[in-house]
């Protein structure tokens, strides 16, 4: 079932929105520069304030309470170019959309934050069996407003078509509602599968609403998409729709994948509704890619995730406690707690990053990490590299193939730092890695959207459930394992070995990685 579409002709092409939306955005560029080029050469007085300008401006960037990569990333292009730096720093940053949708998202959350709060009984189990983790359950709990469950049912997927069954069959018994939030919709073999269960499910009665990024309006599905799958009778929303202009909020993209079937299971991790996503395309190789089935009280928290985004343009937030509480009490199979989270890029708590850090910071035997994206700040990688300088085993699996070149060169600018201070890395020869897991010392390990990479820790809004004590941590170490033995393990020798020209060119995207 798909919508129809008509041939373009060189008229409809150039006409495009694809077109129209990247020339708009050059066109707002080719003005900030010539409008420099102007001051620069027309106007010295004004030239000479500017100049003045451009460094009280470094100055109060570097007075502000952030992450020292950004400031450098902003501060590089106004150093160099101080009349267009400045400009486009102006520009960019007056625009109010992202401010708007945050005050938006705080009020949602200081109205329904009362839906989803940490219980006690399960705070006390957790310090007497971990301190460290008991730790970082009361940050998720207080900072990012999730709180981690007992009683849950997990199921580790090392494979987007293993996932993808267990996932029909799961949509096929929805009774109530279905919610699907999703950072890429593609028509294909996979989303025709879905979009059919979902159409039967409307026809008898099951509240099925689909939320997916705006940048798939422009890449990946027809215009008048959302209007089609509505004649449907699918609920349908366009996350931050773009618009052609210069904005900080085009950055601001929801990269989450989550499914919640009447409040009972949920899915979530790196697995985005599109052919590649289960090898039935082929376009790096084999897509490694993983997920995780919830099913217990944790779902509510994905359920609530969903609802936040859903109600932002919605002039009366709706009740959560009609979606939140319909959770089935039961023993789970595999003991164990599960806290599933959300992480906004408005609120200045990077919740994705802060979790990682945790639990890097806290191994004592071994971290184990598989991510398309090398992209970090000093931070994180001074993190790594502390881990393994006190023994602790730090491995890391990347693709072998990569989706983006220059995130290639910008992982590997991380390289030799990260092998001189013992930490192993490996690239995985089959394809390409869309894996977002972390694993620590046979007792902990989150599966979600997060990459580790500026996008993803900083830009993006995304999600992942963190799972401690369950023996589902063996799947998801024998995948680990399995990944490791198809990968190529990099060495010193290749890496001082790289083009020189490469090299620069890794060190140039560094610089302004940040704001990509």
């Not at 008991?134 to 580790?156: C, E, F, R, S």
Request: hydrophobic share 40%; glycine share 6%; proline share 3%.
């Amino acid at each position: 079932m798909r919508m129809k579409r008509s041939k373009k002709g060189l008229f409809q092409i150039i006409f495009s929105r694809t077109v129209i939306f990247v020339t708009m955005l050059l066109a707002q560029i080719l003005f900030l520069i010539l409008l420099s080029t102007w001051i620069g050469t027309s106007l010295v007085e004004i030239y000479g304030i500017t100049n003045i300008f451009a460094w009280l401006l470094i100055i109060l960037i570097n007075s502000k309470d952030e992450n020292p990569s950004f400031k450098l990333a902003w501060i590089f292009p106004i150093v160099t170019l101080p009349i267009f730096g400045t400009l486009l720093y102006i520009f960019i940053k007056s625009q109010p959309g992202s401010r708007v949708t945050n005050k938006r998202i705080n009020d949602i959350i200081k109205k329904t934050e009362n839906n989803l709060s940490q219980d006690d009984l399960v705070l006390n189990d957790i310090r007497l069996k971990d301190k460290n983790f008991a730790g970082l359950v009361q940050y998720l709990a207080d900072y990012a407003k999730y709180p981690t469950h007992d009683n849950n049912d997990i199921n580790y997927y090392p494979a987007g078509e293993i996932l993808f069954k267990d996932l029909l069959e799961d949509l096929k018994d929805a009774k109530d509602f279905i919610f699907l939030e999703y950072f890429i919709v593609s028509e294909g073999v996979m989303w025709d599968q879905i979009l059919q269960i979902l159409v039967k499910k409307v026809e008898e009665g099951v509240d099925v609403r689909v939320m997916y990024d705006g940048l798939c309006s422009l890449f990946y599905l027809p215009y008048g998409y959302p209007k089609f799958l509505r004649s449907l009778g699918i609920k349908t929303k366009v996350f931050a729709p773009l618009r052609p202009f210069l904005t900080t909020k085009q950055n601001n993209r929801d990269h989450r994948k989550i499914i919640v079937v009447d409040g009972k299971v949920a899915y979530t991790g790196g697995i985005n509704m599109a052919d590649e996503y289960i090898n039935k395309k082929k376009r790096f190789g084999y897509w490694k890619d993983n997920g995780i089935r919830i099913k217990g009280k944790a779902v509510s928290n994905f359920t609530h995730m969903f609802l936040q985004l859903w109600n932002i343009d919605e002039e009366k937030c709706e009740d959560f406690d009609r979606y939140c509480k319909v959770y089935e009490s039961f023993v789970s199979a595999n003991e164990g707690y599960v806290c599933g989270y959300g992480d906004s890029p408005l609120d200045n708590e990077f919740v994705g990053s802060q979790v990682y850090l945790s639990i890097i910071n806290n191994s004592n035997d071994y971290v184990y990490i598989m991510t398309p994206y090398l992209i970090i700040d000093y931070e994180m990688e001074q993190a790594l590299c502390l881990a393994s300088k006190k023994g602790v085993d730090v491995k890391v699996v990347l693709p072998g193939i990569p989706d983006k070149k220059y995130a290639y060169c910008l992982a590997r600018t991380h390289y030799e730092k990260l092998l001189e201070c013992g930490v192993e890395i490996l690239e995985y020869c089959p394809g390409f890695v869309h894996s977002k897991m972390i694993i620590s010392d046979d007792k902990i390990f989150v599966v979600g959207s997060i990459n580790f990479d500026y996008r993803s820790f900083y830009l993006h809004f995304e999600c992942a459930a963190i799972v401690y004590g369950s023996n589902e941590i063996e799947k998801c170490k024998k995948d680990f394992f399995d990944s490791m033995e198809e990968s190529h393990i990099v060495t010193m020798e290749e890496c001082k070995n790289r083009n020189v020209f490469y090299k620069m060119a890794g060190a140039l995207l560094k610089v302004v990685a940040p704001l990509m």
